[in-house]
């Protein structure tokens, strides 16, 4: 059953990764291509998500696994919930309940860095990227929970850029969770191997502002 467990987990984060290379790179945006390969980026990265808990709770803990879990699940979660909320200008329960945990998770992730971090000294690498990551969940989960109470304010196409940076963000996190895992292929040395967590991010944040003030020129947004 683990077994089965691990490899399905495997396959669902190697399928999420090309989907959503293939959304994000290939064919027109809101195209039939984009839709279908999204669908397929979204379900995979829900399998991720519940594959990984699955894990955390009866096979080992692992804090790498849950925080990018929770992180990139969230960030597909928001980015496909953002297209429905389009259509009926209604926010429901179920995304005010996911951006209200998503906030508490990432506080708890700052908590158990800061925890790392003090039993070692301030060595730890993990702690430091548990501070990382856990200050962007708690982020993101706040800044959807105050898009949802201003939806009557926001700008024409805010769920574009809603839909993308969160479909962005959760593509960026897939990466990192490749890079980190298997990361002894670059032969990297140990105490580089931080790099691999942030590179991604380093690299992906630039590319989708960038995009983004490309579209707001293109939609001729005001820029927020």
């Known amino acids: ?3 089965a467990l691990v490899i399905s987990h495997v396959i669902a984060g190697i399928t999420s990764l090309l989907s ?3 959304a994000g790179f290939f064919g027109r945006k809101g195209g039939k291509l984009h839709r279908q390969v999204g669908r397929v980026f979204f379900w995979s990265m829900f399998w991720v998500f519940v594959s990984a808990m699955l894990i955390i709770s009866f ?4 804090a790498f696994l849950m925080v990018i879990a929770v992180f990139s699940f969230y960030m597909a ?3 496909y919930r953002v297209l429905k ?3 009926t200008m209604k926010v429901e329960p179920i995304d005010w309940i996911a951006a209200i945990v998503t ?5 708890i992730m700052l908590g158990l860095g800061i925890n790392y971090l003090v039993n070692s000294d301030f060595s730890s690498v993990l702690g430091y990227l548990c501070l990382f990551f856990g200050f962007f969940t708690a982020q993101t989960g706040w800044k959807n929970y105050m898009a949802f109470r201003k939806l009557a304010e926001a700008e024409k196409m ?7 940076s969160s479909m962005s963000g959760s593509l960026i996190a897939a990466i990192t969770a490749f890079l980190v895992q298997n990361g ?4 990297l040395p140990s105490e580089f191997g931080w790099a691999l967590w942030v590179l991604p991010a380093i690299v992906g944040v630039p590319f989708v502002t960038y995009s983004a003030r490309k579209y707001r020129a293109r939609f001729k947004t005001q820029t927020v």
């Open 77 to 79: 979660f928001s980015g």
């Open 20 to 22: 959503g290379i293939i």
């Open 85 to 87: 909320i389009k259509r």
């Open 158 to 164: 805010w769920w574009w850029f809603a839909h993308m």
């Open 184 to 187: 002894r292929i670059f032969g």
């Open 1 to 3: 059953m683990e077994q």
């Open 103 to 107: 906030i508490i998770f990432g506080l």
């Open 59 to 62: 096979v080992r803990f692992n």
